[in-house]
C-alpha cells in the first residue's frame, strides 16, 4: 500500500485536506486520487473543487484511456467508469477498495454533474426536446 506514488505519471503524491478529508494528489500530472466515499463527501461541499488544481479542456483523455491503472491502494488494475452526464468524462475505480482517480480537472466536472443546476438544466433541454417532437 504505497499512496506516495501517482498511478498515472509515477509522480510523487501530497496530502491534501479540505475540511477534515484528506485526499492525495500528483505534484506532477495533478491527478487525485479518493478513497472510498472521499469524492461523495467533498462533492457536497462548497469550495472544494479547489482541491483540483487541473483544467479539464487541457488534459487529453484519449491517452489515458489507453493505459492500464492500478490501484495506489491496492496495486489491482482499476476499471474505468465513463460517467455520461452535462460534462461527460472517464475516471478509474478500484473494486476492491472503491478508490476513485480523477485526473487533473475530472474532479471538477465530477462535481459540477451533481449541482443542483445540472439536473434542472438537463430536465429543462429535455422537456423542450419533446415540446419541440410534437406535431
Same mark, same amino acid.
Given at each position: 500500500?504505497?499512496?506516495?506514488?501517482?498511478?498515472?505519471?509515477?509522480?510523487?503524491?501530497?496530502?491534501?485536506?479540505?475540511?477534515?478529508?484528506?485526499?492525495?494528489?500528483?505534484?506532477?500530472?495533478?491527478?487525485?486520487?479518493?478513497?472510498? +466515499? #472521499?469524492?461523495?463527501? &467533498?462533492?457536497?461541499?462548497? !469550495?472544494?473543487?479547489?482541491?483540483?488544481?487541473? =483544467? %479539464? @479542456?487541457?488534459?487529453?483523455?484519449?491517452?489515458?484511456?489507453?493505459?492500464?491503472?492500478?490501484?495506489?491502494?491496492?496495486?489491482?488494475?482499476?476499471?474505468?467508469?465513463?460517467?455520461?452526464?452535462?460534462?461527460?468524462?472517464?475516471?478509474?475505480?478500484? +473494486? #476492491?477498495?472503491?478508490? &476513485?482517480?480523477?485526473?487533473? !480537472?475530472?474532479?471538477?466536472?465530477?462535481?459540477? =454533474? %451533481? @449541482?443542483?443546476?445540472?439536473?434542472?438544466?438537463?430536465?429543462?433541454?429535455?422537456?423542450?426536446?419533446?415540446?419541440?417532437?410534437?406535431?
Amino acid at each position: 500500500m504505497n499512496l506516495s506514488i501517482c498511478p498515472k505519471c509515477e509522480g510523487n503524491l501530497e496530502k491534501v485536506i479540505y475540511e477534515e478529508t484528506e485526499v492525495e494528489r500528483c505534484c506532477k500530472c495533478r491527478g487525485i486520487w479518493f478513497d472510498s +466515499l #472521499e469524492a461523495e463527501q &467533498l462533492k457536497n461541499l462548497k !469550495g472544494s473543487e479547489t482541491i483540483d488544481l487541473g =483544467n %479539464f @479542456q487541457e488534459e487529453s483523455p484519449s491517452k489515458s484511456l489507453q493505459k492500464k491503472v492500478n490501484c495506489p491502494r491496492c496495486q489491482v488494475p482499476m476499471l474505468k467508469i465513463f460517467d455520461f452526464d452535462e460534462y461527460p468524462l472517464w475516471y478509474e475505480t478500484c +473494486l #476492491e477498495c472503491h478508490g &476513485l482517480w480523477f485526473d487533473a !480537472g475530472e474532479f471538477q466536472q465530477f462535481k459540477q =454533474n %451533481f @449541482q443542483q443546476k445540472g439536473y434542472l438544466a438537463r430536465a429543462m433541454k429535455i422537456l423542450r426536446l419533446k415540446k419541440n417532437a410534437l406535431p
